[in-house]
């Protein structure tokens, strides 16, 4: 094979992190020119194999060739020197500074006077107004971040790795919070950079636009490299099944729940934030393990965060047990007895300071409250040590910081706190995330088990075998709507990987 | 669940369990090593008269300093300290002034249970603290922004206070013997100020350790939205802080004025500034969620060992103030390691 023929090469890349194989002997080659579109599931390993070209993660094994030249960056600043860019799926500009100020970045053009160095902004403004009138942007350089569109700070960026003079342009998820508008002027911008012979790997699982900009297609699948295709001899069916391809084994605990009775009752729920979710409109029957899907942005997690009295509702009801309810707070949410663990562990989760007691209490620790107003520690110690035993917590004591517990456990932890809250909706937000394969498996016994004893659960996933092997109903949503309610039986992958996708 | 405690107490002495200890300990060692070497170096400073007088001073200081650092577990930080305990100071002076001193500040002040100016300044010292609470709580001001403001404003109060015309703001003296006993009296052999203090301390630690506030203000400086999303009343709970920590400036300022027998509105200036870098010294962390009342006592006493030594070696007042900030800033570094190693 000649160097020519591609500019960015991948060779056999391997990388593990604790506890999970995350990319798997992958290979992937790109043309000069060309949009490179890899497809696949959350979690499939998309965004780790590109963070090891752009030097945030180092590969394990393998390699990676520029130009015909092996490479390894150690930094990203290495990785934009050499012509890789990588435009990030969640952006963070300086949202307080200036567009060139973002825009320069790390290599602010300087003006020498004698020994003193000044940032030249005349030349600032003038080199960024070319990148951008090159590209057809209408961006004034010297307006604040915070004045732009996510479709104009994107736009930004592109231009940023452009005036890198990359060949190689990385785009994450590029249009998760774009409008279809503007999804349309970002196409035209990646055919102009195509023209200019630039690469661009276009990361989706959006499968109408991999159809619509891209050339060749790389499917990934846990880690591994499924296959690479020309993009006009696929069909969106054949690559829905190359994504979701796997089979179920026995990962999952048999389930000896009744669902019996509506407990939780949503009817055309609507965010007040626009883009969120909106005319939601579900029930959950008592012992139902509910499941909810769809893909990254679907604002599945605004909705039970709304439910739990996290974020505003425009329109709608929410009725418990029959009677119409308004939580606006946790407190409240609590006092109808839901329970919230949320998908971000280290964010609204754990106390990283704290020990792995008052972790456990913390949501219940009004109950452990002496007539003295002292807390009964012996009673709440007592509590705590039942329930972290049950759901086998590994810690040495319950002194232990919680911090210094695996992700499994800590995620055990909070599954305790709001048991003991003894909840009768608990609402499940990715509840095995970064957990490692065995503890999944318990935390899925858990739940079974709680929803034998009659409890509700809610449980969002990303990850579909686990929609699958766990709920008893499951509710698919896409660009903040409802497109439709499966019964667990007859759920499939494909189904879902449909409903998911169905608006976009 | 195993329990490793019981096994690393069997544990045999070793390099490395002594470079835990020290690292675990390393406050404890600065501070035995300051009153070691100031000690030896200076035959005055380890007599009883001066410990005893070390530790009147530190009774005020921990005071403050405890209302201090729950503000900076639960996240804040408290710049109004300071001035409240001079508005406190005035106030509890201006009422336990003798009915036959001259130039009263209340000219018909009658006689008073020592009660009532005592209640009086912790009272102002409250009212500063629910004004806090209420604006980071409720208006959302961060706590920085709403103490500096609240500093400034107590510091103008106070002033007003002693501002009486045409004589202008003048100190106030004269105060009566049963109200500057509690600064220099004793009980039994205990001086009062000392047992005053020690019961505060006490106090404070059953409210941080043992009580649902106490662990709320844990978890809001540890993780304000898991505590949020866990149903912790943050409001509520953040009103009832600022407004202890306001009743302990106020204290204080009592205390501070039953001791020198007098006030000026210009009493508790910077002390807000001293509390917070006690606080640090003896482990609490700027970040929140971190800290623990015997921290905090050890932090003062390092301070006030420091102050006073530094006095009896002789050492000139400007470069008293250049060890000092030498100090905070190495103790912390050499704290901050318990906790940096793990990452």
């Given at each position: 094979m000649s160097s020519s023929e591609y500019v960015l090469e991948m060779r056999n890349i391997s990388k593990n992190f604790p506890g999970v194989k995350a990319l798997d002997d992958v290979t992937l080659k790109v043309a000069p020119g060309t949009v490179h579109a890899i497809v696949g599931e959350n979690g499939a390993g998309k965004s780790t194999l590109m963070k090891c070209v752009f030097g945030l993660y180092t590969a394990d094994d393998g390699e990676v060739i520029l130009n015909g030249q092996p490479v390894s960056f150690a930094s990203t600043k290495q990785a934009l020197d050499a012509g890789i860019a990588?435009?990030?799926?969640?952006?963070?500009?300086?949202?307080?500074?200036?567009?060139?100020?973002?825009?320069?970045?790390?290599?602010?053009?300087?003006?020498?006077?004698?020994?003193?160095?000044?940032?030249?902004?005349?030349?600032?403004?003038?080199?960024?107004?070319?990148?951008?009138?090159?590209?057809?942007?209408?961006?004034?350089?010297?307006?604040?971040?915070?004045?732009?569109?996510?479709?104009?700070?994107?736009?930004?960026?592109?231009?940023?790795?452009?005036?890198?003079?990359?060949?190689?342009?990385?785009?994450?998820?590029?249009?998760?919070?774009?409008?279809?508008?503007?999804?349309?002027?970002?196409?035209?911008?990646?055919?102009?950079?195509?023209?200019q012979g630039i690469a661009i790997v276009y990361i989706s699982h959006r499968i109408e636009e991999i159809f619509e900009i891209s050339d060749e297609v790389t499917i990934m699948r846990d880690g591994k490299c499924v296959g690479t295709y020309p993009t006009k001899q696929l069909t969106p069916e054949f690559v829905i099944k190359q994504m979701v391809g796997r089979t179920l084994t026995n990962m999952f605990p048999p389930r000896e729940n009744t669902p019996d009775g509506v407990v939780l009752k949503v009817e055309n729920l609507t965010s007040v934030t626009e883009h969120s979710f909106r005319d939601i409109t579900f029930d959950v029957k008592k012992g139902e393990i509910f499941g909810i899907?769809?893909?990254?942005?679907?604002?599945?997690?605004?909705?039970?965060?709304?439910?739990?009295?996290?974020?505003?509702?425009?329109?709608?009801?929410?009725?418990?047990?029959?009677?119409?309810?308004?939580?606006?707070?946790?407190?409240?949410?609590?006092?109808?007895?839901?329970?919230?663990?949320?998908?971000?562990?280290?964010?609204?989760?754990?106390?990283?300071?704290?020990?792995?007691?008052?972790?456990?209490?913390?949501?219940?620790?009004?109950?452990?409250?002496?007539?003295?107003?002292?807390?009964?520690?012996?009673?709440?110690?007592?509590?705590?040590?039942?329930?972290?035993?049950?759901?086998?917590?590994?810690?040495?004591?319950?002194?232990?910081?919680?911090?210094?517990?695996?992700?499994?456990?800590?995620?055990?932890?909070?599954?305790?706190?709001?048991?003991?809250?003894?909840?009768?909706?608990?609402?499940?937000?990715?509840?095995?995330?970064?957990?490692?394969?065995?503890?999944?498996?318990?935390?899925?016994?858990?739940?079974?088990?709680?929803?034998?004893?009659?409890?509700?659960?809610?449980?969002?996933?990303?990850?579909?075998?686990?929609?699958?092997?766990?709920?008893?109903?499951?509710?698919?949503?896409?660009?903040?709507?409802?497109?439709?309610?499966?019964?667990?039986?007859?759920?499939?992958?494909?189904?879902?990987?449909?409903?998911?996708?169905?608006?976009? | 669940m195993k329990n490793p405690a019981s096994t690393s107490w069997s544990k045999r002495i070793n390099a490395r369990s002594i470079r835990e200890f020290a690292t675990k300990n390393a406050i404890i060692l600065v501070l035995a090593a300051l009153v070691l070497v100031i000690g030896i170096v200076k035959n005055g400073f380890l007599t009883p008269d001066n410990l005893v007088n070390i530790m009147r001073i530190s009774s005020v200081r921990l005071i403050i300093a405890l209302g201090a650092a729950g503000v900076l577990i639960s996240g804040g930080v408290d710049l109004s300290a300071g001035r409240t305990v001079g508005l406190a100071a005035v106030v509890a002076a201006s009422l336990a002034q003798r009915p036959d001193y001259a130039s009263k500040i209340f000219p018909n002040l009658p006689y008073m249970w020592v009660i009532v100016p005592i209640l009086a300044g912790i009272a102002a010292g409250l009212l500063v603290g629910i004004i806090n609470g209420l604006a980071i709580a409720y208006l959302k001001v961060p706590p920085f922004i709403a103490t500096l403001g609240t500093m400034v404003i107590v510091w103008g109060a106070a002033s007003l206070y002693v501002d009486r015309p045409p004589l202008g703001a003048q100190p106030i003296g004269g105060l009566r013997t049963d109200f500057t006993n509690l600064g220099t009296g004793s009980v039994g052999f205990m001086p009062t100020i000392i047992l005053i203090a020690l019961i505060v301390y006490c106090i404070y630690w059953v409210m941080l350790n043992k009580t649902q506030l106490g662990k709320n203000i844990y978890a809001i400086g540890g993780n304000l939205n898991a505590a949020i999303v866990s149903g912790v009343n943050v409001k509520k709970n953040l009103v009832t802080l600022y407004a202890i920590a306001g009743m302990l400036y106020g204290l204080g300022g009592v205390l501070l004025s039953a001791r020198s027998g007098g006030a000026t509105n210009n009493y508790g200036q910077s002390y807000e500034l001293d509390a917070i870098a006690a606080s640090v010294i003896g482990g609490v962390s700027n970040m929140g969620g971190i800290g623990t009342v015997a921290g905090v006592l050890t932090g003062v006493l390092i301070f006030e060992v420091l102050n006073n030594g530094l006095v009896v070696l002789g050492i000139s007042a400007y470069w008293q103030q250049v060890v000092k900030g030498v100090i905070i800033v190495a103790a912390v570094a050499v704290d901050i390691r318990k906790y940096s190693k793990k990452r």
């Open positions: 990588m435009i990030q799926q969640e952006l963070l500009p300086v949202l307080q500074r200036s567009v060139m100020e973002n825009f320069w970045l790390g290599r602010f053009p300087e003006k020498n006077y004698g020994i003193i160095k000044i940032v030249d902004e005349k030349k600032m403004y003038a080199d960024c107004k070319a990148v951008f009138d090159d590209l057809r942007l209408n961006i004034d350089p010297a307006t604040k971040v915070f004045n732009l569109s996510a479709s104009k700070i994107q736009s930004m960026e592109i231009a940023q790795a452009v005036s890198h003079h990359s060949k190689v342009i990385i785009m994450d998820e590029p249009t998760s919070s774009l409008t279809e508008n503007e999804v349309e002027h970002l196409f035209t911008i990646i055919r102009k950079l195509k023209d899907g769809g893909l990254v942005g679907a604002q599945r997690s605004e909705l039970v965060e709304a439910l739990f009295g996290l974020r505003s509702v425009k329109s709608g009801t929410v009725s418990i047990d029959g009677k119409k309810v308004v939580i606006t707070s946790p407190i409240q949410a609590k006092q109808y007895k839901m329970a919230l663990l949320t998908e971000e562990r280290r964010a609204t989760g754990i106390f990283p300071v704290l020990s792995v007691l008052d972790n456990t209490i913390m949501a219940s620790i009004g109950r452990y409250v002496h007539k003295s107003g002292l807390l009964d520690e012996k009673t709440g110690r007592r509590d705590a040590g039942k329930i972290i035993d049950t759901l086998r917590v590994k810690t040495p004591s319950l002194a232990t910081l919680i911090e210094n517990l695996s992700g499994g456990n800590q995620q055990k932890v909070i599954v305790a706190r709001w048991l003991l809250t003894q909840p009768d909706i608990l609402i499940l937000d990715e509840p095995t995330r970064g957990i490692d394969v065995g503890t999944k498996y318990e935390i899925y016994s858990i739940i079974a088990d709680l929803a034998k004893k009659g409890k509700t659960i809610i449980m969002i996933s990303s990850e579909m075998p686990e929609l699958i092997g766990m709920s008893d109903r499951i509710m698919v949503m896409c660009e903040g709507r409802v497109t439709g309610i499966l019964d667990g039986k007859e759920a499939t992958q494909e189904r879902i990987m449909t409903l998911a996708t169905q608006l976009m | -």
